[in-house]
T-cell receptor, first 116, second 112 residues
Framework: EAQVTQNPRYLITVTGKKLTVTCSQNMNHEYMSWYRQDPGLGLRQIYYSMNVEVTDKGDVPEGYKVSRKEKRNFPLILESPSPNQTSLYFC???????????????FGQGTRLTVV | DAKTTQPNSMESNEEEPVHLPCNHSTISGTDYIHWYRQLPSQGPEYVIHGLTSNVNNRMASLAIAEDRKSSTLILHRATLRDAAVYYCILKGLGGATNKLIFGTGTLLAVQP
């Protein structure tokens, strides 16, 4: 089954303790990205990757890092989490055939992160 | 990026058709019209997309106005499982970010 898998689904951590949220897709998609969803603010893009070893900042990258060493994986790293990073996080992947406007995105189930 | 306007909420009865409108008067000629939905406690799910012609798939139909300034997502027979927030999003050719800009969407309630 084609899917995007995030782990963990739920995480409670303390301020400053480094954490990684993993994301893996099995569709051989070139493009992957991370979003965070907050009440009243909708979904906002954090980082994206056009392909292996190619990553770039989205709209809200502060406090986050990513890496893309393999096509299928795109982990989100919080080196020193703070309470304002408490949010619902989604990973997404898309093929990049032809026009970017003409491709659909597949989202993971989400990771609910609480930083205390 | 061009903006879309959707009603905040709509209600439907189970097994009846639902027409979800979206206005996008500033759409450019190369913008695709995408629809996603988000069920409670789940990630966004792709529904359908189109450029100029009406589109059908197993989930829904997309009717695009001739001037492309509006579109309608049609669920032919609503089920309780269709209760979700529906997002209408414009996605252009350009922009390396390939990001989806989610607005507030339409919260669809389906009554049994």
């Amino acid at each position: 089954e084609a899917q995007v898998t995030q782990n963990p689904r739920y995480l409670i951590t303390v301020t400053g303790k480094k954490l990684t949220v993993t994301c893996s897709q099995n569709m051989n998609h070139e493009y992957m990205s991370w979003y965070r969803q907050d009440p009243g603010l909708g979904l906002r893009q954090i980082y994206y990757s056009m392909n292996v070893e190619v990553t770039d900042k989205g709209d809200v990258p502060e406090g986050y890092k990513v890496s893309r060493k393999e096509k299928r994986n795109f982990p989100l790293i919080l080196e020193s989490p703070s309470p304002n990073q408490t949010s619902l996080y989604f990973c997404a992947s898309s093929p990049t055939r032809g026009s970017l406007g003409n491709t659909e995105a597949f989202f993971g189930q989400g990771t609910r992160l609480t930083v205390v | 990026d061009a903006k879309t306007t959707q009603p905040n909420s709509m209600e439907s009865n189970e097994e009846e058709p639902v027409h979800l409108p979206c206005n996008h008067s500033t759409i450019s000629g190369t913008d695709y019209i995408h629809w996603y939905r988000q069920l409670p406690s789940q990630g966004p799910e792709y529904v359908i997309h189109g450029l100029t012609s009406n589109v059908n798939n197993r989930m829904a139909s997309l009717a695009i106005a001739e001037d492309r300034k509006s579109s309608t997502l049609i669920l032919h027979r609503a089920t309780l499982r269709d209760a979700a927030v529906y997002y209408c999003i414009l996605k252009g050719l350009g922009g390396a970010t390939n990001k989806l800009i989610f607005g507030t969407g339409t919260l669809l309630a389906v009554q049994p």
